[in-house]
């Protein structure tokens, strides 16, 4: 049974395994995307009745670009489909809407739509929905070094600051931009991968990982909480001792 009252307060999931299941069925890959779409609207509803105050979601990576135009152009349409459709119920159920990642130079109707998402649900207090997308951990923390610079260069931070952690976290996207978010208490991967694919390299350093040979768009709520019962079970340290 899981514990109401131990329930990660982040939870941020690389939702992989969408070509493997369309593969499966013989199906074309954006079927694979679109099922995974679907998954990922129930897995928003689940978080919020478990309580859960930041989910992130890791949706298009800065290494995505390398797939055919095709399934890039496929899943940016996508973004539309989803935002066209869920966009009144998420703003109806309090959620707050975040990107995390460069998404202005994504196709401009979904920029379009990712905006409008960030506008309507800007004052919301519920569930923080963080999107991934054309997100990479490398990226972010170059960004952050050099917005860092611009910010020494033009005043706002003194010539003789002292770099710390705190200010290069605040600069992530993770950071004063989309409201500090806390790093993530739990990481899931699906389709049977384990590895982080360039996400959250800064913020994952003390985040418990669950794995899944779950194909993303099989995911449901009831292996959600399977993987967050076993995450109840895990003896977080930070570095201490008990
Ligand atoms: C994850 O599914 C979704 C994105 C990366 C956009 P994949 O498309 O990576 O699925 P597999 O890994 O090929 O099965
Ligand atoms: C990671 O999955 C990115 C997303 C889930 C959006 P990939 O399928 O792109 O990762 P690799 O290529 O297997 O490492
Ligand atoms: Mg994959």
Known sequence: MIDKNRIPT???????????????????KMAGHNAGMLAMKEIV?????????????????????????????????LVVKYVDSELAELHQNNVKVKILGDYK???????????????TTQNNTGLQFNIAL???????????????????????????????????GRYLYTGDENGNIPDP????????EERLSNFMLWQSAYSEFEFT???????????????IEQYQKRDRRFGGRK
């Open 185 to 192: 208490d739990l990481i899931i991967r699906t389709s049977g």
């Open 134 to 168: 054309n997100y990479g951990s490398r990226a972010e923390i170059v960004r952050a070094v050099n917005n860092i610079k611009k910010d020494v260069e033009n005043g706002s931070l003194t010539k003789d600051i002292e770099i710390t952690e705190e200010i290069i």
């Open 45 to 77: 509803k689940a978080s919020d009745i478990l309580g859960v105050k930041y989910l992130t979601v890791y949706a298009f990576s800065t290494e995505n670009w390398k797939r055919s135009q095709e399934e890039v152009g496929g899943i940016f349409k």
């Open 105 to 119: 130079v994504v196709p401009k109707v979904a920029v379009d739509r990712l905006e409008k998402s960030l506008e």
């Open 10 to 28: 982040h939870v941020a999931i690389i939702m992989d395994g969408n070509g493997r299941w369309a593969a499966k069925r013989g199906l074309p």
């Open 213 to 227: 040979d779950v194909l993303w768009p099989d995911f449901t709520p009831q292996e959600y909480e399977r993987l």
